[in-house]
């Protein structure tokens, strides 16, 4: 850790750093308290009727598969497109990594919206869904693809900036040397940024359990079928329910709060085999 | 080593003895493909099945008009409280020391890995006329919760993360020694401060706000619990859509969103464009 600058505004630090604490303290830290201080309102039992329900337990399955089906696939993509943008040179490249980083600015909801406008029940694909006999809006097909989108750029966004960097040299190397494609992805390529796309499936992972306007939208809320955690969440603090919104909640609140702690890790442990941006 | 000139002949990849080219580009392309531009596609051609009188009618009723100016006001508002505080607080993570500061600098990302649908239920539970904060403001007659207030609150929330992570990397380079010669030539704490340190950060400072904006303009999640919902009031855009979609109308929630989105990459465009500005002014 380099050594702390003195600051050009002497006497300010305490101001500077309360403020800033303060701030953080309410906006982040109090709505997380406030998650488990609701959790627990009517004690460890009110807590625990909250999975008592087979729905939430259905829940947490079909979130589990929804990031099973997504998260590996846009890892796949990850790679894929870090080795296609970083090893060659070729015509189009910017469109491409700005096609990559697009779903970061399109709203969930429309992330959510597109999916619709092919397959919904009007789409442009639904004459031949239905010769097909075939559903995807408010079946897990829907919520998969909703969550594809959304977390489409995750993986590719660690892997460009750290493989632009490394540089293609080892693999040059390897090639000289007469290794074959695979050797050169498994002994070299995959090992130097396996950190790397660590850190980028527990961000994409992160938030594909997390999604809910993408989901909302082609799930239709079918409870035990299509109610993924967060959309269970809603239904049951729309019905009022709030004790058991808030503990289902808190499952959510603690996948966040280990991926935040694995990240930090990541940051501190292997901040040279990161992208620069990523160290701390 | 001579190298002889060739004569260059125009092609769209430059060769390499790497293997793998076709096979990755080619599934890059087909993943795109399917994933992003052919449900794209949909959006940008749907809308003009109403013809572009129809388009136009939709877009501007006044219920679409009040959800999408309010999503862009409140984004915009948003962003403005986020790129100061988040400036202040990248400020004390990369220029002082204090205990208990990696835990600090880790619960920035919070934002980030918190789901926003737990976020919305925390933060209408917290600013409810009922909840711990909701209820002081209450009394002196300020309602958060089911109001606009409560969509800034939640957007600033959303949106804490970008500045201060695009900010931080750029203090930690800000050279020192142009700082320190500052000093020695007399400038006042401030004086550095505006002079120096401002015009540095200032591109980051611009496309983390941007970030922070884009993030806001379509967050759903975390807003619609605590906005209220009232059409004309309190009605964001992303809601709308969902509204219009459950009644059926495809075109019509297919403009909205086509309108949020050409907004939002005009806003973001003219944000780079100001960056590039600067970064450019910066290097003269």
């Not at chain 1, 050009?8 to 305490?14: F, L, S």
């Not at chain 1, 709203?107 to 239905?130: C, M, R, T």
């Not at chain 1, 809603?234 to 935040?260: K, P, Q, R, W």
């Not at chain 2, 200032?202 to 970030?211: E, T, V, W």
Request: glycine share 8%.
């Amino acid at each position: 850790m380099s050594a702390v600058r003195r600051s050009p505004v002497r006497g300010a630090a305490p101001f500077i750093i309360g403020i800033g604490l303060l701030w953080l303290a309410v906006i982040v830290l109090l709505p997380l308290g406030m998650v488990f201080a609701e959790a627990f309102r009517k004690g460890v039992e009110g807590f625990l009727k909250a999975f008592d329900e087979p729905d939430a337990w259905a829940a947490v399955r079909l979130t589990l598969l929804v990031a099973a089906i997504s998260v590996p696939l846009n890892a796949l993509f990850g790679l894929a497109a870090a080795w296609c943008v970083t090893r060659y040179e070729f015509r189009g490249k910017a469109l491409l990594t700005t096609l990559i980083d697009l779903p970061f600015s399109i709203s969930p909801v429309i992330s959510g919206l597109v999916w619709v406008l092919l397959f919904g029940s009007a789409g442009w694909f639904a004459p031949l869904l239905d010769a097909l006999g075939i559903r995807i809006i408010f079946t897990v097909t829907g919520l998969v693809l909703a969550t594809i989108l959304v977390t489409l750029p995750f993986v590719a966004r660690e892997l460009i900036p750290l493989m632009q960097q490394q540089g293609a040299d080892e693999e040059l190397a390897a090639v000289t040397l007469g290794a074959g494609p695979w050797a050169i992805f498994s002994k070299i390529t995959l090992p130097n940024v396996r950190w790397a796309l660590l850190y980028g499936v527990l961000l994409c992972n992160a938030r594909a359990m997390g999604e809910f306007g993408a989901v909302s939208v082609v799930s239709g809320h079918i409870r035990g079928l299509t109610n993924t955690l967060p959309l269970h969440v809603e239904i049951l603090y729309n019905e009022y329910d709030f004790v058991g919104a808030f503990a289902t909640a808190t499952v959510l609140a603690g996948l966040a709060l280990i991926t935040l702690l694995i990240k930090s890790l990541l940051e501190w442990r292997f901040a040279d085999e990161l992208a620069a941006t990523r160290r701390h | 080593m001579t190298s002889i000139p060739l004569p260059r002949r125009w092609r769209w990849k430059e060769p390499s003895v790497l293997p793998g080219f076709g096979l990755t580009f080619g599934f890059v392309v087909l993943y795109l493909s399917l994933f992003l531009l052919i449900p794209l596609a949909a959006l940008i051609v749907r809308p003009w099945e109403l013809g572009l009188d129809g388009f136009w009618r939709q877009i501007t009723t006044p219920r679409a008009l009040s959800a999408l100016q309010l999503s862009f006001y409140t984004a915009g508002v948003a962003a403005l409280i986020n790129a100061v505080m988040g400036l202040l607080l990248a400020w004390a993570l990369v220029r002082y020391d204090f205990p208990g500061k990696r835990i600090i600098d880790a619960l920035v990302d919070l934002p980030f890995a918190l789901p926003t649908a737990v976020a919305g239920i925390a933060l209408t539970a917290i600013y409810a006329p009922n909840g711990p904060i909701g209820a002081w403001f209450n009394d002196v007659g300020i309602r958060i919760a089911y109001t606009p207030i409560g969509i800034l609150l939640a957007l600033v929330f959303v949106g804490l993360p970008f500045v201060v992570r695009s900010v931080q990397p750029v203090l930690e380079d800000v050279d020192h020694e142009v700082e320190e010669a500052a000093e020695t030539l007399g400038a006042s704490p401030f004086q550095r401060a505006r002079l120096v340190i401002l015009p540095a950060v200032l591109p980051a400072l611009i496309s983390g706000a941007g970030l922070a904006f884009a993030r806001a303009v379509g967050e759903y999640g975390s807003v619609i619990f605590i906005a209220g919902n009232m059409p004309l009031k309190s009605e964001i855009a992303p809601l709308l859509i969902v509204i219009q979609l459950e009644q059926f109308n495809y075109a019509g929630a297919a403009a909205i969103g086509l309108a949020m989105l050409g907004l939002s990459f005009l806003i973001l465009l003219v944000m780079n464009g100001l960056q590039t500005l600067l970064l450019r002014r910066g290097r003269k």
